[in-house]
């Protein structure tokens, strides 16, 4: 048989103070700017895969013959609809 469990103050631990308003506002403002720093990497590395996903693409549409006709046609749509994309994620990202 187990002894009873009790529950026990832990009356060593130190009280956390409050951080003044300043310092708290501070460290926000820091830790927004961080996210939007990450953020932007995080969209610079999107538009990478999909430069990546266009040059494959690219390779693909004009592979002539050792690829069936119809994978050829799909991938010269999607080479020039990952052009648009990434456009479009530069331009919105500029105005940021």
Known sequence: MSPPLSVVADNSAEKTKPLPSGDLSERI???QAEAKNLAREHIKAL????????RLSSEI???GDAYPAGVRELSRRMAEDCEMKVQTL????SRA
């Open 47 to 54: 538009e990478a895969a999909i430069i990546e996903v266009e």
């Open 29 to 31: 403002r820091r830790l």
């Open 61 to 63: 549409a004009d592979g």
């Open 90 to 93: 530069e331009a919105i990202s």
